[in-house]
């Protein structure tokens, strides 16, 4: 059921809009035919035509009070504003069809704007490939003229969950979101907890500051369980990580990540969920193909960071890293290939007390059937450079020269046999990388469209 007492929502309906002329360009975003290129420089249209046809656009300016969104459903005949923190709230349901457009105004700090769907509250989005779910920020005319450089225009989507943490105390508040707001926090006791679903959503230039230089992810999942339906989602040009789980033990699969600035996975707090087909590719002011922590307060905490992952790509932009595992993290990458990197895969080796080299001679960080393609140096080492490939965790490892880029990431050829996993919620597939043949991401998304 729909409710009216929750937000201030604006309905904005523009009529009598009218072509521009391609020639002369227009700068007006709201105009029919704007163009990036537009000679004009002061916001107005020269037409070409009369006006002829009255155009009618919606634009749901959507503001939170702290009664949240309600449990409604957002449709896709109408444009969604997000203005500030806006929270799902304990207990409602926030339902977004396909083909549905939600656009963040711009602002840091405390006006940033972003979505949170708080602990206890449901997010169903599912889109299609025909009709994925975008968002993305004011004023993006959605033509594909903004480039793929443009970061940090908003905020993110927040998910938080009921799910264990390895920290103390058990429940943390999200990052990004002031102490004193209780809807932030997120954690717990259930590690099958359902926060919904996401499929065919695509999250673009986000990422604003929101102070001390901590800006927001792409996609933030605190304390997510595995009941969350989570599949076929991009994260485009985003200012920080692309997906950052905290702790929980969520599932993904089919997970792009382009043109972030810091790192493309990025986990902490004893994530131990599953991945299958993730897509890192850099551009040249990238960080890490995956920062890997296993804890924070204490490094050391239960349940470790076990999570794992299988068919990943990531493509590096030539000097940064591929990976690395601290802070006592495990995890394992299975029939996946790391390209183009100036370092390959760094694991944390202390002098004392538990670490992540302590987790590879455990058993509990491998990795198996993996490629590593071009990379500038130190495929596998610990932190004071030890090569650890030969180590009884690493088995499987080939160093073939991968035909694949970030324009194309699809392979040419084979780049060799894996293993399939037995666990049934992973494809039965034994080919390396994400790919096979096709691109799975080609057509809903801003990176391949």
């Known amino acids: ?12 309906t523009i009529g009598l809009l009218t072509a521009c002329s391609k020639k002369e360009g227009c700068t007006d975003l709201t105009a029919e035919n704007y163009s990036a290129d537009a000679e004009k420089d ?34 896709n005949d109408k444009v969604y504003l997000l203005d500030g923190f806006v929270f799902v709230n304990s207990g409602q349901t926030l339902t ?23 602990r206890g509250a449901t997010i169903n989005a599912c889109g299609t490939a025909s009709q994925p779910i975008i968002f993305t920020f004011e004023a993006d005319p959605l033509d594909g003229s903004v480039p793929a450089t443009t970061t940090g ?47 065919y959503v695509s999250i673009r230039h986000g990422g604003t500051d929101i102070g001390a230089g901590n800006e927001i992810n792409g996609l933030t999942l605190g304390g997510v369980g595995s009941g969350t339906s989570i599949h076929h989602i991009e994260i485009a040009a985003n200012a920080d990580d692309g997906v950052e789980f905290f702790g929980g033990a969520p599932n993904l699969k089919h997970i792009l990540v382009a043109n972030v600035l810091d790192d493309s996975f990025d986990y902490d707090q004893g994530y131990r969920g599953k991945g299958q087909f993730w897509v890192a590719i850099e551009n040249a002011n990238s960080d890490r193909g995956g920062e890997h922590d296993g804890g924070t307060s204490p490094e050391d ?24 595992f601290r802070d006592n993290a495990g995890g394992e990458y299975h029939n996946s290939v790391f390209h183009n990197f100036g370092k390959g895969i760094d694991i944390e080796d202390l002098a004392s007390g538990e670490d992540s080299k302590a987790r590879l001679d455990a058993g509990q960080l491998k990795f198996a059937g993996i490629v590593l393609s071009s990379i500038g140096s130190n495929n596998i080492v610990d932190n004071n450079g030890t090569d650890l490939s030969g180590h009884q965790s690493i088995t499987n490892v080939s160093t073939t020269t991968a035909s694949i880029t970030g324009a194309n990431p699809v392979p040419a050829s084979s780049l060799g046999s894996g293993v399939a996993s037995a666990d049934a919620w992973y494809d039965n597939v034994t080919y390396v990388g994400a790919f096979n043949g096709t691109n799975w991401a080609q057509g809903w998304t801003l990176t391949f469209p």
């Not at 070409?48 to 449709?75: H, K, L, Q, Y």
């Not at 977004?96 to 700090?109: C, L, Q, R, W």
């Not at 905490?301 to 690395?324: D, F, K, Q």
């Open 1 to 12: 059921m729909k409710t009216k007492n929750l937000l201030l929502i604006g309905v904005i």
């Open 42 to 75: 002061d916001g107005s249209c020269e037409y070409a035509v009369e006006p002829t046809t009255a155009i009618t656009s919606n634009i749901v300016t959507v503001t939170d009070d702290g009664t949240g969104t309600g449990s409604t459903t957002w449709t």
């Open 96 to 118: 977004i069809e396909p083909g549905t457009v939600i656009k963040g105004k711009p602002g840091t700090g405390t006006n940033a704007s972003a979505l949170i769907v708080a």
């Open 153 to 199: 225009q908003w905020g993110g989507l927040m998910i938080l969950g009921d799910a264990i943490l390895n920290t103390v105390p058990s429940f943390q508040n999200i990052e990004g979101i002031p102490t004193s707001e209780t809807r932030g926090s997120y954690g717990g006791s259930n590690d099958a907890d359902n926060s919904g679903s996401l499929c």
């Open 301 to 324: 905490g239960t349940p470790y960071a076990t999570p794992v992952i299988y068919n990943s790509t990531y493509i590096g932009n030539g000097s940064s890293r591929a990976l690395t």
